[in-house]
C-alpha cells in the first residue's frame, strides 16, 4: 500500500506557519536564530519558489547557526512509517555568482530532510556545476542525539559532477526504508549513492530548503560571508509512503 502527497503550496510563504515557515534554531539564552537573509528577494511563480540572496548572514561561534543563510521549514514534520519506506523528490536549480571556482561550498542550494528527534540529516546540496548528496547525525541546538556504540556525530559528503545539468533544473529523490536502515540518493532517475547500517531510527523528517554555505569557521570566527550570491528555484516536493 503506498500513499502520495504534494508539499508545496509555496503561494503562502509569506504567511509565517501556513505551510512553511522561517528555519532557525531556539538558544540558551531565549533568543531564535533565524536563518533569513534581510535583503533576499522572493518569487512564487507558476508554483515554483524563487529566492535570490546576497549572503551576508554569520555566526562567529555555532557551526550549524552559520552554515545555513536563508532558509525555510515545512510547519508540519512527515512521520517516517515504521514498517515501510518514504521518499522525497524534486527540482532544483542553482546559479551563483561572486563564489569560488570550483568550490561547492562557497554557496549552493539545498534539499534537507532534517529529523530533529535524533539529530539526523539526510541532504541534497546543488551549485552551479556540480552537487553533494550528505548523510549525517548532527549536534542540531536543543536536540538529543541517541547514544551511540559508534561516531555519535557525523556528516559525511559525497560530491558529484556527472548525471545533472549544471545552472538547470533536475530531480533529486531521497529514499528512506526504516526497517533495512537504508538511504538511496536519486539524481535525475539514476542511483547515485546508497547508505546500508544507518545508526538512526530516522522518525520524522523537518523538510527545509535553503541557501546555504559549508566553510568551517576559524578561531577568528565566520569566514563563510563576502558578498557572493546564490540564486535559488523550488519545485513542490513529491511525498511517497510505501507500506511494507
Known amino acids: 500500500m503506498s500513499d502520495t502527497w504534494t508539499l508545496g503550496d509555496f503561494y503562502t510563504i509569506l504567511d509565517e506557519g501556513a505551510t512553511w515557515k522561517i528555519g532557525g534554531f531556539q538558544l540558551p539564552d531565549g533568543t531564535f536564530w ?3 537573509e534581510p535583503e533576499a528577494v522572493v518569487i512564487v511563480r507558476n508554483g515554483i ?14 557551526q550549524i ?21 518514504i521518499s522525497f523528490e524534486l527540482q532544483i536549480r542553482a546559479r551563483t555568482a561572486g563564489t569560488a571556482p570550483g568550490d561547492l561550498y562557497d554557496g549552493y542550494v539545498s534539499l534537507n530532510l532534517l529529523d530533529f528527534t535524533t539529530g539526523g540529516a539526510l541532504d ?16 542540531f541546538p ?29 530531480t533529486y529523490k531521497i529514499t528512506y526504508n526504516r526497517p533495512n536502515d537504508e538511504v538511496v540518493f536519486y539524481v535525475n532517475g539514476t542511483e547515485v ?12 523528517f523537518t523538510v527545509a530548503l535553503g541557501i546555504m554555505t559549508e566553510k568551517d569557521l576559524t578561531p577568528e570566527g565566520s569566514v563563510s560571508a563576502h558578498g557572493q550570491t546564490v540564486i ?12 511494507l
Request: aromatic residues 14%.
Open 34 to 36: 533565524k536563518y533569513r
Open 193 to 204: 549513492r546508497r547508505e546500508r547500517h544507518a545508526p538512526v531510527k530516522f522518525n520524522e
Open 124 to 139: 541534497f546540496f546543488v551549485g552551479n556545476d556540480q552537487y553533494a548528496s550528505v548523510y549525517a547525525v548532527l549536534p
Open 232 to 243: 535559488a528555484e523550488w519545485s513542490p516536493i513529491t511525498i511517497e509512503v510505501k507500506e
Open 49 to 62: 519558489l524563487y529566492v535570490r540572496a546576497a549572503i551576508s548572514r554569520a555566526n562567529d561561534k555555532v
Open 65 to 85: 547557526l552559520d552554515n545555513a543563510k536563508h532558509m525555510y521549514y515545512s510547519n508540519e514534520s512527515v512521520k517516517v512509517p515504521e514498517s515501510g519506506e
Open 142 to 170: 536543543g536536540v538529543q542525539v541517541p547514544e551511540s556504540e559508534g561516531t555519535k556525530y557525523f556528516c559525511v559528503f559525497k560530491e558529484e559532477k556527472e548525471g545533472f545539468q549544471p545552472r538547470e533544473f533536475n
